[in-house]
């Protein structure tokens, strides 16, 4: 699932901006961005250049302030107890990903890296961008790392930068999501409670298995 409004509430590089004193620039580019109307990875070198010299012990700050939506706790405990492989694939950062998912207990993720140089941000990120593609090639390799068909595998989103991974998903739901991600998704959950695409997934395998 993706992370930024999904697995939490907030947009983390907005977190990051009000250090920088540019959060509301930085969310009105990530906004335009989600609805689709934005390269993606045009736009996030444009947001994350206005982060340049803002301490990298920020991202502590951020990490302790971001929010789990409700239902993400209930959500991965109920996956792991049904034995499901949770990992995450984000256009935000792996230096705070990496913080909200050990609590829950997930090892699995992908995500963008900030360059860091004397202890502060250069306003940079380092690595291949985590777009819309990559989103997709992540869950292609997860799945096959676990060795899980595509056809078995949820993929849960809420921009239009998780439309391919949703659409390659056996079961693809936007959350919460922008108005185009809606119309393209084959489910849709309007949220609040994350945990709600659990009843998404019963009733497509309880359809599945009728058909046997």
């Not at 990298?56 to 049904?82: I, K, M, W």
């Not at 990559?134 to 068909?149: D, G, H, M, S, T």
């Not at 959350?175 to 185009?180: E, I, S």
Request: glycine share 8%; charged share 25%; proline share 4%.
């Amino acid at each position: 699932m993706d992370v930024d409004s999904t697995l939490i509430q907030d947009e983390v590089i907005e977190l990051i901006a009000e250090h920088a004193g540019t959060r509301a620039e930085v969310a009105a580019v990530t906004e335009r961005a989600m609805r689709g109307e934005l390269d993606f990875a045009g736009s996030l070198r444009e947001r994350v250049a206005t982060l340049a010299g803002v301490p990298v012990s920020a991202l502590d700050d951020v990490r302790a302030r971001a929010r789990y939506t409700p239902g993400a706790r209930e959500l991965v405990a109920e996956a792991h107890r049904r034995g499901w492989v949770v990992a995450l694939v984000s256009g935000g950062f792996a230096e705070v990903v990496a913080g909200l998912a050990a609590p829950l207990g997930i090892t699995r993720f992908r995500a963008n890296r900030l360059e860091v140089a004397d202890g502060v941000l250069t306003g940079r990120t380092t690595g291949p961008v985590v777009d819309r593609a990559a989103k997709e090639v992540a869950l292609r390799e997860f799945a096959a790392a676990e060795q899980v068909p595509l056809e078995r595998t949820v993929a849960v989103g809420d921009g239009a930068n998780d439309l391919d991974m949703i659409g390659a998903a056996g079961v693809g739901i936007a959350f919460a999501a922008k108005p185009l991600v809606v119309a393209r998704a084959p489910y849709s959950v309007p949220g609040p409670r994350l945990d709600a695409v659990l009843d998404v997934v019963d009733r497509v395998d309880r359809a599945a298995r009728a058909l046997l």
